[in-house]
């Protein structure tokens, strides 16, 4: 394998592993929110037995 191919296939994998990291962090969010949503709602749901 020569140093071009090297480079190609080197910036080939760094691609994808910005598109998979896109992807992850994508998933991320969207776990912080239904984190946060469930929060919120077990916080709403505990203030109504108290009142």
């Known amino acids: 394998m020569s140093d071009t191919d090297k480079i190609k296939y080197m910036e080939m994998e760094n691609e994808r592993l910005m598109e998979e990291n896109r ?3 994508n998933v ?3 776990l912080n929110q239904t984190l ?3 929060i919120d709602n077990y916080i709403k749901s505990d203030k109504n037995q108290i009142a």
Do not use: A, D, G, Q
Request: net charge positive; charged share 45%.
């Open 23 to 25: 992807k992850l962090r």
């Open 28 to 30: 991320i969010t969207k």
């Open 36 to 38: 946060n949503r469930l």
